[in-house]
Protein backbone atom coordinates (compact mmCIF):
# COMPACT_ATOMS: atom_id res chain seq x y z
CA UNK A 1 0.00 0.00 0.00
CA UNK A 2 1.30 3.46 -0.73
CA UNK A 3 0.11 6.69 0.53
CA UNK A 4 0.74 10.03 -1.18
CA UNK A 5 -0.02 13.07 1.08
CA UNK A 6 -0.05 16.76 0.02
CA UNK A 7 -1.50 19.84 0.55
CA UNK A 8 0.78 20.98 3.21
CA UNK A 9 2.63 24.52 3.21
CA UNK A 10 3.44 27.99 4.76
CA UNK A 11 0.63 29.99 6.32
CA UNK A 12 -0.32 32.73 8.24
CA UNK A 13 -2.36 31.87 11.49
CA UNK A 14 -5.84 32.32 10.93
CA UNK A 15 -5.08 30.71 7.03
CA UNK A 16 -6.92 27.66 5.72
CA UNK A 17 -5.20 24.37 4.14
CA UNK A 18 -6.79 21.06 3.01
CA UNK A 19 -4.16 17.96 2.79
CA UNK A 20 -4.61 15.36 0.36
CA UNK A 21 -3.81 11.65 0.84
CA UNK A 22 -4.28 9.31 -2.02
CA UNK A 23 -4.11 5.97 -1.30
CA UNK A 24 -2.70 2.73 -3.83
CA UNK A 25 -1.75 -0.64 -4.20
CA UNK A 26 -4.59 -2.47 -2.69
CA UNK A 27 -8.27 -2.47 -3.13
CA UNK A 28 -10.27 -1.46 0.41
CA UNK A 29 -13.42 -3.01 1.00
CA UNK A 30 -13.46 -1.43 4.15
CA UNK A 31 -10.83 0.46 5.82
CA UNK A 32 -10.16 4.12 8.86
CA UNK A 33 -8.19 6.78 7.16
CA UNK A 34 -6.68 8.86 9.70
CA UNK A 35 -4.48 11.95 9.94
CA UNK A 36 -1.52 12.45 12.81
CA UNK A 37 0.71 14.59 13.02
CA UNK A 38 4.18 15.21 14.83
CA UNK A 39 5.80 18.40 15.73
CA UNK A 40 9.28 18.90 16.33
CA UNK A 41 10.34 17.51 19.71
CA UNK A 42 7.12 16.21 20.50
CA UNK A 43 5.43 12.66 19.85
CA UNK A 44 2.70 11.51 17.19
CA UNK A 45 -0.33 12.89 17.71
CA UNK A 46 -3.90 11.32 16.27
CA UNK A 47 -5.68 14.18 14.57
CA UNK A 48 -8.74 12.81 12.88
CA UNK A 49 -10.02 9.69 11.51
CA UNK A 50 -13.13 8.79 9.08
CA UNK A 51 -14.80 5.68 8.44
CA UNK A 52 -15.27 4.17 5.19
CA UNK A 53 -18.54 5.19 4.40
CA UNK A 54 -17.79 8.69 5.99
CA UNK A 55 -20.69 8.51 8.30
CA UNK A 56 -18.28 8.27 11.41
CA UNK A 57 -15.59 10.83 12.02
CA UNK A 58 -13.63 10.89 15.33
CA UNK A 59 -11.25 14.34 15.52
CA UNK A 60 -9.21 15.02 18.45
CA UNK A 61 -9.89 17.77 20.47
CA UNK A 62 -7.12 20.41 19.34
CA UNK A 63 -8.70 20.27 16.10
CA UNK A 64 -12.06 19.81 16.79
CA UNK A 65 -14.38 22.52 15.08
CA UNK A 66 -11.75 23.65 13.21
CA UNK A 67 -11.36 20.51 10.91
CA UNK A 68 -12.83 18.21 8.74
CA UNK A 69 -12.08 15.09 7.49
CA UNK A 70 -14.06 13.60 4.13
CA UNK A 71 -12.88 11.21 1.87
CA UNK A 72 -13.52 10.32 -1.94
CA UNK A 73 -13.83 6.71 -1.86
CA UNK A 74 -13.81 6.36 -5.91
CA UNK A 75 -10.27 8.15 -5.87
CA UNK A 76 -9.05 6.40 -2.35
CA UNK A 77 -8.48 9.67 -1.29
CA UNK A 78 -9.24 11.00 2.51
CA UNK A 79 -9.25 15.12 2.65
CA UNK A 80 -8.16 17.12 6.07
CA UNK A 81 -9.31 20.51 5.57
CA UNK A 82 -8.20 22.47 8.47
CA UNK A 83 -9.45 26.31 9.25
CA UNK A 84 -8.66 28.94 11.42
CA UNK A 85 -4.68 27.69 12.06
CA UNK A 86 -2.90 28.46 14.67
CA UNK A 87 0.98 28.10 15.49
CA UNK A 88 0.76 25.31 17.66
CA UNK A 89 -0.90 22.93 14.47
CA UNK A 90 2.43 23.41 13.16
CA UNK A 91 3.50 19.48 12.49
CA UNK A 92 4.60 16.74 9.55
CA UNK A 93 0.96 15.51 8.99
CA UNK A 94 1.21 12.03 7.89
CA UNK A 95 -2.15 10.09 6.47
CA UNK A 96 -2.78 6.44 7.76
CA UNK A 97 -5.36 3.76 7.03
CA UNK A 98 -6.56 0.10 8.95
CA UNK A 99 -8.61 -2.38 7.78
CA UNK A 100 -11.98 -2.11 9.61
CA UNK A 101 -14.56 0.23 11.28
CA UNK A 102 -13.00 1.31 14.06
CA UNK A 103 -11.80 4.67 14.98
CA UNK A 104 -8.65 4.26 16.96
CA UNK A 105 -6.64 7.48 17.81
CA UNK A 106 -3.65 5.10 18.63
CA UNK A 107 -1.31 5.19 15.62
CA UNK A 108 -0.65 1.82 16.62
CA UNK A 109 -3.76 0.31 14.94
CA UNK A 110 -2.60 1.83 11.74
CA UNK A 111 -0.41 -0.67 9.49
CA UNK A 112 -0.04 1.68 6.49
CA UNK A 113 1.46 5.27 6.71
CA UNK A 114 2.40 7.98 3.97
CA UNK A 115 5.65 10.08 3.62
CA UNK A 116 4.33 13.09 5.39
CA UNK A 117 3.70 16.72 4.31
CA UNK A 118 4.74 19.60 6.55
CA UNK A 119 2.42 21.95 8.05
CA UNK A 120 4.03 25.45 8.85
CA UNK A 121 1.84 28.07 10.81
CA UNK A 122 3.28 31.76 11.29
CA UNK A 123 2.39 33.95 13.96
Known amino acids: VQLQASGGGLVQAGGSLKLSCAAS????????MGWFRQAPGKEREFVAAITWSGRSRRYADSVKGRSTISRDNAENTVYLQMNSLKPEDTAVYYC?????????????????WGQGTQVTVSS
Open 96 to 112: AVRDGNLLYGSGDEYPY
Open 25 to 32: GRTFSSAV
